[in-house]
């Protein structure tokens, strides 16, 4: 199955000149939704993955598909004050601005080996942060899976510059 064919673009959204690829074309698509989850997992069968970590929102939707199918827990990496308990947060840039993310302390620690996954990556900048929350928790981290590379922002690059192996099922 083509997965790129489901993929919706939208253009002018969340503002003018975007051309925002919607990945709910894709998930609302039942074989299309499970064969994205089976290509995320392919690599990561014997990889001794402990957890998968998924970023806020859209990387919850595969992310829980892909700790299911690996047989691993989930861990949300979400925006600041989402989450309940004790937090770690790493701050970073936007185009205007800064944001922050958080993940819960103690959700990973020293001996886990965590797989980072998220819809689309353009940047790079929030893949990255996510990368240095949670290393900073003493987990190795060597892998990150998305559903979508926008390959012009050179987010990609960036990501494998932090000696992450990355794995996308669509440019
Ligand atoms: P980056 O930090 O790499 O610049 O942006 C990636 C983040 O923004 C991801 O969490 C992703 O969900 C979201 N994002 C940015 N542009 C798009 C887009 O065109 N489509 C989707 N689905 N997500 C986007």
Not at 9 to 15: Q, S
Not at 63 to 88: D, N, Q, S, W
Not at 112 to 128: E, N, P, Q, R, Y
Not at 146 to 170: E, M, S, W
């Amino acid at each position: 199955m083509d997965l790129k064919t489901l993929i919706r673009t939208i253009p002018d959204y969340p503002k003018a000149g975007v051309q925002f690829r919607d990945i709910t074309s894709l998930i609302e698509h039942p074989e299309g939704f499970r064969e994205s989850i089976t290509q995320l997992a392919a690599p990561f069968r014997d990889k001794g993955i402990t957890h998968v970590a998924g970023i806020e929102a859209r990387g919850f939707i595969f992310g829980a598909g892909l700790a299911i199918e690996l047989g691993v827990g989930f861990v949300p990496i979400r925006k600041a004050g989402k989450l309940p308990g004790e937090t770690i947060g790493q701050n970073y840039a936007l185009e205007y601005g800064v944001d922050t993310i958080e993940m819960h302390a103690g959700a990973v620690k020293e001996g886990d080996k965590v797989l980072l996954v998220d819809d689309l990556v353009a940047t790079g900048g929030t893949a990255i942060a996510a990368i240095s929350l949670i290393r900073r928790s003493g987990a190795v981290l060597e892998d990150a899976a998305f559903v979508i590379d926008l390959p012009d922002l050179g987010g990609a690059d960036k990501i494998r510059a932090q000696n992450i192996n990355t794995h996308f099922l669509i440019e």
